[in-house]
C-alpha cells in the first residue's frame, strides 16, 4: 500500500515582493525559525544572452564578480562572508546567474552591501580577468576535458541546436574568453549586471520593515540600464534523427540521446520531467530495473532536463557494462522508451512518483537557501512568484494519458540526437 500523500505536511512559503524605481524586483520571506538569513540576486543574463564569438562571459562573469569592488579590496570578498560566520556561492545556467550568501541574522547588512557592490562597484580590469581565466581553464580541464564523458552534454547541445544560443555549453570556450578585450569585459558587465534585469531576495530571520530599509538605502541609488533585449531566434525543428560516435578517454562505452522538449514552465514541460522520473529517478526506475538489473547491459543510467527558458532538451544515457555492444545497449533503451508511449503508466508507479516530488518539494524548501532560490526562479524564470506554491500542483494533475501523449510526441527518433560513446582505439604504430 503507498503512504499518504505528503500535501499536509507543506506549508505555504509567505512572501511580499515590490519594485525600486530603478526596476529592481524585490521579494522578502520571512522566516524566524533559525537566526540566519540568505541574500540572493538573481540576474537575468546566462549563456543564452552571449554572442557566438564570446561564449561563456555568463559563466566567468559568475567567477569575475568575487574578485572584489571599489570599496572591497580583491580577494576580499569572500573572506567578509567567511570572517562573518557565512558561506557564499554563485551558479549560471543558459537563462540566469545566481549569486548568495548564508548569514548569521544580524549580518543582514553585510549581506546587501556586498550585493550592492557587485552590481554598482564590481571590479572588472585585466588583472581579474587574467586571473579568474586561469580559474575557469581549470574548472574546463577538471569538470569537461578530464572528466569520463565529461564532453557528453556539450557533444549533444551543439548537434541538437544549430540557430539558437543553446548550441554552446555554460562554460563557454577559452578561445572566445582569451580573444576578448577589458572593454568587452566591461561592456556586458554594464548591459546585463543592472538593476532592472536583476531580482534580490532576502529569507529569513529579518525584521521585514528594516530590511526594506536596508535594501532601498543599498540599491535605491543604483542607476537604472538601458532595457535588456532577449534572443528571440527561434530554433526549427531537428529534421530528422543526427546520430554520431564520439571517441574518448574512457573504458566503457556510453549510447546518449537527446531529445528536444517545450519550454520550461509550460505544460508538457512537466510531463517530460515526468518521464524522466520514470526511467531514471531511482532504483526501481524502468531503466534502471530493465537495463541494469534484469539485462545486466548497463552500470549506469540516467536521465534529466535542460529547465530551459527557451524549449529545451531531455538528456538520456547509459554506460554498457563490460562487453556489450553499444547497439544492442541503444535497442534497451529503445525499448523502454517507446513503451511510454505505447502503454500508459500504472496508477500507482505514477501515484508514487508524485509521491516522491512532494517529498522533494519540501526537502528543498525546507533550506532558506533553497527558498531564496526558488522565489528567484518562480518570479525571474516562471514570470510569477507564487509558483513557488503552486507548480507542485502542475506535476500532481498529470495523467497517464498525459505522459503518454508527451512520449509519443518528443521521445520520437525524428526529435534527437543520438550519440555512441567509444574508447578510443589503442594505437598500432
Known sequence: MLAAPV??????????????????????????????????????????????????????????????SENIDRGEYSKLVENAGGVLNANTSGDRTYYYEVLPSNQLE?????????????????????????????????????????????EVLKRAFKEHPYQWPTIGYMEDLNAASEADYQAFYKKFYVPNNA????????????AKELVTRYFGDIPKGAEVVRPSIVEPPLGGEVRDTIFDRIQLPAVVMGYRIPANGTPDFYAVEMLNRILTGGNSARMNTSLKDKQQLAVYVGAFNFPFEDPGLAI?????????DPKELERAMETEIQKLAKEPIDANELAKLKIQLETDAINDNSRIAGVAGNLATAYMLLGNTELI??????YLALTPEDLQRAAATYFVPENRVVLHYLPIPPHNP
Open 316 to 324: 538520456m544515457f547509459a554506460v554498457a557494462n563490460g562487453g556489450v
Open 389 to 394: 506554491n503552486t507548480e507542485l500542483d502542475r
Open 7 to 68: 500535501s499536509a505536511q507543506k506549508r505555504a512559503i509567505e512572501y511580499t515582493e515590490f519594485d525600486l524605481p530603478n526596476g529592481l524586483h524585490v521579494i522578502l520571506h520571512q522566516d524566524l525559525a533559525t537566526p540566519i538569513v540568505a541574500v540572493s540576486v538573481m540576474y537575468h543574463v546566462g549563456s543564452k544572452n552571449e554572442g557566438p564569438t564570446r561564449r561563456g562571459f555568463a559563466h566567468f562573469f559568475e567567477h569575475l564578480l568575487f574578485e572584489g
Open 110 to 154: 553585510l549581506g546587501l552591501w556586498l550585493e550592492s557592490e557587485r552590481m554598482l562597484h564590481a571590479k572588472v580590469d585585466q588583472v581579474g580577468v587574467d586571473t579568474q581565466r586561469e580559474v575557469v581553464k581549470e574548472e574546463r580541464r577538471q569538470r569537461y576535458e578530464n572528466q569520463p564523458y565529461g564532453t557528453l552534454t556539450m
Open 199 to 210: 531580482t534580490l531576495v532576502v529569507a529569513g530571520d529579518f525584521d521585514p520593515a528594516r
